[in-house]
């Protein structure tokens, strides 16, 4: 479980617009906006390099100090430039300690799964699952056991255990996390070419039956 949070240092932008962004992504910045349900939106800006090392210590939960608090804040939304990909926007959303949120947290297989000791092969459909849970509780990632998994069978968000009551899985539990499904059998392909073989032959001894009644005509 997740117990501190990547601390991120924002600045309040006075100038707002299109021209003013520019000038900021320019300094080595990037402009934002932090709201929260009810409040009226603030602009921001955080320094590229900081944002970039919050973003990739892959927590979901980031603290910041706003008006001398600590606050509690998650990336809503990231936009990117079409042709570089890099971070031109962001949106932060405040939220509070005593309130639970809804969050999409990333599923990690763990073990080694019995169907693939046997020549199965593993497929993994799902990789993020919502979750419910106080910001002091997001885990960084929900593991899910694979050990006992055989071959042509499967486990969905159903069979996840989230290790916490106060964690609570909001995804349908019937979808479909992984599976191991049995290799496309080599005799099976074997028998599929043997009756194409069979099939061509067919059509060979046809055309030529074809044929042979075609100059016994032309001959009559």
């Known amino acids: 479980m997740a117990s501190s949070y990547y601390k991120l240092d924002i600045s309040s932008r006075?100038?707002?617009g299109t021209k003013e962004s520019k000038i900021a992504r320019k300094k080595g910045f990037v402009p934002g906006v932090l709201y929260y349900s009810g409040e009226q939106a603030i602009s921001i800006s955080i320094e590229?390099?900081?944002l970039l090392r919050a973003m990739n210590s892959g927590q979901r939960i980031f603290e910041i100090s706003q008006d001398g608090e600590s606050q509690y804040t998650m990336?809503?939304?990231v936009q990117y430039h079409p042709v570089t990909d890099e971070v031109?926007?962001?949106d932060l959303m405040r939220v509070r300690r005593s309130e639970k949120m809804t969050i999409s947290v990333p599923v990690v297989l763990v073990g080694d799964a019995t169907g693939v000791k046997?020549?199965?092969i593993l497929s993994q459909s799902l990789t993020q699952v919502?979750?419910?849970c106080y910001p002091t509780d997001v885990p960084?990632?929900?593991n899910l056991k694979i050990d006992d998994l055989?071959?042509?069978s499967a486990l969905s968000v159903g069979d996840i255990d989230t290790g916490s009551e106060d964690i609570e899985l909001i995804s349908d539990a019937s979808i479909n996390i992984v599976s191991i499904t049995a290799p496309v059998s080599e005799e099976v392909s074997d028998e599929e070419d043997e009756d194409s073989k069979r099939e061509d032959s067919s059509v060979e001894k046809l055309d030529e039956s074809s044929k042979d009644s075609s100059d016994e005509k032309t001959e009559n």
């Open 14 to 16: 006075n100038q707002i």
């Open 48 to 50: 590229r390099s900081i």
């Open 118 to 120: 046997e020549g199965g």
């Open 150 to 152: 055989e071959l042509n």
């Open 130 to 132: 919502e979750i419910s």
């Open 140 to 142: 960084e990632q929900i």
């Open 88 to 90: 031109i926007h962001i």
């Open 75 to 77: 990336l809503k939304q």
